[in-house]
């Protein structure tokens, strides 16, 4: 081909044009400018751009499903990326850059489907900002292959959409703001998210803006910035404002515990709460609220007793073992739980929490990055955790059923006052050792990187180097404790739960409960006066008070607190963070999982303990708490596997069963169907 070609592939954005050729943001800009409202300068790279680019390319598949879906999405994407601009379209793109005011440029996607009405598309497509002239190629090859993602096809799919994506680009100058951010209305109160301050002439602006175009459309957010008093506009769509549910919370300054207590608590585990609350002293307080558990820090005092964090869990160690050893009446354990937590958290982790913020102290001393040298200096340590991977690895491992039995045994003689829930109404694994899952993947610790150390130490001045040595070796005692204190604290739960089942025995024999497990159902006051003797309870009034309390919590699962991160509102699409890259497709196992499969599917958890990630096969995971460097993501790393983190809705949304993509790069979960 020669010549220059016959199609004007970059479009100036102003009333008039083509808008079949421009997609949703800059049609949006459009909207803007035509409804009076400031937009900056802009052009439209029409999406007959992507079409030529995309023609040398394959195929895309009509779903996920399809045999070799992912590894064609690739190939397309490699496509794209070497194919040759058409003939005369670098000079074409010259001539409109000429056009534009600044230095740093804006190259956002606009896609076909973006910001239309149920189909928002929002976060599937990428932009560029601050963009240099020089770099503008490159950044536009990069917008422009974003559209060819397991995430795009996926959205598309699930919404009858053609997969074969329709992507133009917009590209305006880049405006740097005091304030920026998005406005929204539904008619009636408008809803302003603000990053940095937005002066009262701004925010004016915005509301006069809002009532001017939702008189036009409808309910409709946009997104502005501002660099004075007047705020410039750079995008519009429909407003979707989710459901309002009811907010669970505790009052100011109380925060959930989601990440060890996703759940709501039995009545039980709400009344152990209580007990540890008023008794131990530990450095921080707790409360039931809505059926789930909240704290929040009281003033941080110095670690009590031995400050070698070894030493003080041995310590805690020997008294545990000693009471543990024998069983005793349910005063008497919970005396021993209330001493052990006393300790544990009163001592130990105080103890464990000091050494590593010595340590942390040396690194930012000596110019370091703790987030990412304090896990190297901390790898490589045994602890709990290791011999329970390990554990878990044999099980794995295992060749024919009888040896699969036999490496279960030793994992619940090792492990098997643990549960999958940290509520003593759980049964632990003892009680249910054939719920440890058969298939598992193959355990990996990461070893200690000692040349980290030495470049630390040898950027620290000469009084902390004499220090340094001392302060890593106990951080890493520390390390191993903060691993090695869950298991002691699941032992003496796991004491408590027995003792109490003991004291539910006894009370289906004296005709008060129908089941022993209706115990962890009455208030643990009302258990503790039975056992004493103190009250008589009719059966009748029983078995209501057990009936309203388990409904009591089945009715708090469907009201959880809200959590940080924000529900996705679009049908069959949840947003997260990313937490480990990859891309997988298979069916939902919602965590704790019943049954059994010899598929690893994608594992979908409100939250998953520490103890139990060595336990799951999994193909992904997506949990709806946690970050980039908390447990989930960094084991999902470590295993290779990709993980969705902070993907708040994912249990509401989906089913046992349901086919998904998850996408780790991205932070998306998409239902298949």
Not at 33 to 54: D, I, N, Q
Not at 56 to 81: F, K, M, N, V, Y
Not at 396 to 415: G, K, L, Q
Request: charged share 25%; net charge negative; glycine share 8%.
């Amino acid at each position: 081909m020669s010549g220059r070609s016959v199609i004007s592939f970059c479009v100036p954005l102003r009333p008039g044009a083509p808008l079949d050729r421009v997609g949703g943001k800059a049609r949006s800009l459009i909207g803007l400018a035509e409804a009076g409202l400031p937009v900056p300068p802009a052009f439209a790279v029409s999406s007959e751009l992507f079409a030529a680019l995309r023609r040398g390319g394959p195929p895309l598949p009509a779903d996920l499903t399809a045999p070799g879906a992912l590894e064609t999405i690739a190939q397309a994407g490699q496509a794209l990326r070497a194919a040759p601009w058409p003939d005369g379209f670098l000079d074409e793109l010259t001539g409109a850059l000429a056009w534009l005011p600044g230095e740093r440029l804006s190259i956002r996607s606009s896609g076909d489907i973006e910001d239309e009405s149920g189909a928002l598309a929002a976060g599937l497509f990428t932009s560029r900002l601050r963009v240099a002239r020089e770099s503008v190629e490159q950044a536009l090859r990069d917008v422009l292959a974003t559209a060819l993602s397991p995430g795009v096809i996926a959205y598309l799919a699930a919404r009858g959409r053609a997969t074969e994506p329709v992507l133009a680009v917009v590209i305006h100058p880049y405006l740097r703001g005091g304030a920026a951010g998005t406005a929204a209305t539904d008619g009636t109160t408008p809803v302003m998210e603000t990053r940095g301050t937005a002066s009262a002439p701004v925010q004016q602006a915005l509301q006069n803006a809002l009532e001017v175009l939702a008189a036009r459309h409808g309910a409709v957010e946009v997104e502005w910035v501002a660099s004075d008093d007047a705020p410039v506009f750079l995008q519009l769509r429909p407003y979707q404002p989710g459901a309002r549910r009811p907010i669970v919370s505790a009052g100011d300054d109380w925060r959930w515990d989601a990440s060890h207590n996703p759940l709501p608590l039995s009545a039980a585990q709400a009344g152990l709460v209580e007990l540890v609350d008023q008794r131990c002293q530990v450095p921080f307080a707790q409360r039931i609220a809505g059926g789930y558990l909240f704290y929040k820090h009281r003033t941080a005092r110095g670690p009590r007793g031995p400050v070698s964090p070894r030493e003080a869990f041995a310590i805690l160690e020997e008294m545990a073992n000693r009471r543990l050893a024998q069983p005793e009446s349910l005063e008497e354990a919970l005396e021993t739980f209330v001493a052990i937590y006393d300790q544990l958290f009163g001592v130990v982790q105080p103890t464990t929490r000091a050494a590593r913020e010595e340590l942390a102290r040396l690194v930012r001393r000596a110019g370091a990055e703790t987030a990412t040298v304090l896990p190297a200096l901390l790898a490589g340590v045994r602890s709990a955790a290791t011999a329970r991977a390990e554990a878990a690895d044999r099980i794995a491992r295992a060749s024919t059923e009888s040896e699969r039995d036999r490496a279960r045994a030793a994992y619940v003689s090792a492990f098997g006052d643990e549960s999958p829930v940290w509520d003593v109404a759980e049964p632990t694994w003892s009680e249910q050792p054939m719920a440890i899952p058969a298939r598992l993947p193959p355990a990996t610790v990461r070893e200690n990187d000692a040349g980290v150390a030495s470049a630390v130490r040898d950027r620290l001045p000469p009084d902390d180097q004499e220090r340094w040595e001392e302060a890593l070796a106990r951080a890493r005692e520390a390390a191993a404790v903060a691993e090695d204190d869950d298991g002691l604290y699941a032992r003496a739960q796991a004491h408590v739960r027995r003792a109490l089942l003991a004291e539910g025995e006894r009370l289906v024999t004296a005709g008060i409960l129908a089941r022993a497990d209706d115990v962890f159902w009455l208030s643990l006051q009302i258990v503790r006066r039975l056992a004493r003797g103190d009250v008589t309870v009719p059966r009748d009034f029983v078995a209501r008070y057990v009936a309203a309390a388990r409904a009591g919590n089945e009715r708090a699962r469907t009201e959880p607190p809200s959590l940080d991160a924000a529900v996705e509102t679009e049908a069959g699409v949840i947003r997260g963070r990313p937490g480990s890259p990859g891309a997988r497709i298979g069916r939902v196992r919602r965590w704790p999982i019943s049954g059994t499969s010899d598929e690893a599917g994608i594992v979908v958890a409100r939250t998953i303990l520490p103890t139990e990630l060595p336990l799951i096969a999994a193909a992904a995971l997506v949990v709806e708490t946690g970050g980039v460097l908390d447990h989930v993501a960094a084991q999902a790393r470590e295993r290779g596997i990709p993980a969705v983190v902070g993907a708040a809705g994912a249990l509401d949304a989906l089913a046992d069963g349901d086919r998904v993509l998850v996408d780790g790069d991205a932070g998306l979960v998409a239902k298949l169907g």
